[in-house]
């Protein structure tokens, strides 16, 4: 089993920043990706970043790339989101998310392929 904890959302103008962390606990000697994912209401869960678990192969989705930075502190198991530039449309709830199997680049921005997920951290931010 692997706990994850988020936290760092908050309400921002727009430009604005957060960072955005993600703490693992648990048996994380299992992790292969740590993705983060965000769900806007009404919408369906989307891909954001993903990072392999030996901290190469950083992925961000063209939304965010360029605004959105990964980052790792393996003493403390966590993984960082900073979200620069915030725009209205970032507004969600965002996820982080751990997947304990090999995959293609593909496969690893499918939430589906997740199998263990944080609650959450909003994120808001007004115009």
């Known amino acids: 089993q692997i706990q994850l904890v988020e936290s760092g959302g908050g309400s921002v103008q727009a430009a604005g920043s957060l960072r955005l962390s993600c703490a693992a606990s648990?048996?994380?000697?299992?992790?292969?990706?740590i993705g983060w994912f965000r769900q806007a209401p009404a919408k369906d869960r989307e891909r954001v970043a993903r990072i392999g678990a030996g901290g190469g192969g950083t992925y961000y989705a063209d939304s965010v790339r360029g605004r959105f930075t990964l980052s790792r502190d393996n003493a403390k198991n966590t993984v960082y989101l900073e979200t620069n530039s915030l725009k209205p449309e970032d507004t969600a709830m965002y996820y982080c998310?751990?997947?304990?199997?090999?995959?293609?680049?593909?496969?690893?921005?499918?939430?589906?392929?997740?199998?263990?997920w944080g609650q959450g951290t909003q994120v808001i931010v007004s115009s």
């Open positions: 648990g048996h994380t000697y299992g992790t292969k990706y």
């Open positions: 998310a751990v997947a304990t199997r090999y995959l293609s680049l593909g496969d690893s921005l499918k939430p589906a392929n997740y199998n263990y």
